[in-house]
């Protein structure tokens, strides 16, 4: 008969050692980077360029580096990753670069 | 609380690394469930902690409000049964759609670090409002 130290021993094997996360906190980061996938994806979809570009202004850093809560964009403290996206528009029949 | 929820939650509870996840779920215990006040009013139990002397037009203006109402035992599991599920399904796929997401969109990292940010936010006005100053010349 299964007791109750068979089964703790099975969930601290099977599940808690494999646990993605740790905390809130690092739940909430988690879905904020897919949370921003989505976002750039939809710039995409509509035709903007998307970059990756830290604060120190590598292109492309690796790892990417991002806040667990929000902060300055303009901070060096840290070598923070942003995304850049760029959509070249239209206006007065000249093409022009909009960067958010 | 009934006898399947007590251990499991005893199993899942005292850990390092799920425990929050249990404090969260027992959070959302104690808040019980949202609805609205005419759905409520259908329940007797509700009846009994309105107060007596509500006249029939105060009762009607009620009923737009939102209460709450606390989870039945079967509802707490159920609760517990999809914490763990977001946990240990959901928030695994995600991270990994999300990697791949921002790969295919241009980024070359093999992975994401998150770093606490550079000031608590309680000091991040005052340095904002330097940053303003700073651009304006002011």
Redesign the interface.
Known sequence: MTT?AD??EA??AL??????????G??N???E??T???V??AA?EEEAA???ESSSGIV?????????????I??T??D?THATIDFLIAYNSKRISVSM | MNEKLAVLLSVIGPRERTGWLIDQVKQSFAQGVSMNVKEAAADTAFNSVEPAALTSRERRKREKYETTRPYSESEKLELVRQALDTIFLDLPAMQTAGMEQLRKLGAHADKIEFLAPDEPAEEQGEADLQYAKELVGV
């Open positions: 109750l089964l703790q969930y601290t599940l808690e050692s494999h646990a993605p996360v740790m905390s809130a690092q739940a980061d988690a879905f980077v897919y921003l996938a989505l750039l994806r995409r998307i970059g990756f492309n850093p690796s790892p990417l580096r991002f806040r667990t809560s929000p902060g300055r303009f901070s403290a840290a923070y």
